[in-house]
């Protein structure tokens, strides 16, 4: 069975920074495209950053092209997500998903919330 499990949340003041990760397991990782995607309360998923399983290619949403960062280390079967200058409009559950785009297998999220 596919495990994806995210850890790197909490609370930050705006402008503040976090790293998200991802730690795969049950497949063959660096084969595969890897993405971010947040939901905020009431409000459906939002792809927020994809990589592809090279490494290279990155997709960024607009919303946060500039401040944040997609990265991969193929050997840790990991995924990251750099978020700095973060928003209050960040605020929401961030998923790990297997794939390139918001759907896949996603692992339980794990929460940012941004407030000062």
């Known amino acids: 069975e596919v495990q994806l499990v995210e850890s790197g949340g909490g609370l930050v003041q705006p402008g503040g920074s976090l790293r998200l990760s991802c730690v795969a397991s049950?497949?063959?990782?660096?084969?595969?495209?890897m993405s971010w995607v947040r939901q905020a309360p009431g409000k459906g998923p939002e792809w927020v950053s994809g990589?592809?399983?090279?490494?290279?290619?990155?997709y960024y949403a607009d919303a946060v092209k500039g401040r944040f960062t997609i990265s991969r280390d193929n050997a840790k079967n990991t995924v990251y997500l750099q978020m700095n200058n973060l928003k209050p409009e960040d605020t929401a559950v961030y998923y790990c998903v297997r794939g390139w785009g918001p759907r896949g297998v996603r692992g339980q999220g794990t929460q940012v919330t941004v407030s000062s």
């Open positions: 990589i592809k399983w090279s490494g290279g290619s990155p």
């Open positions: 049950e497949f063959n990782f660096g084969m595969y495209d």
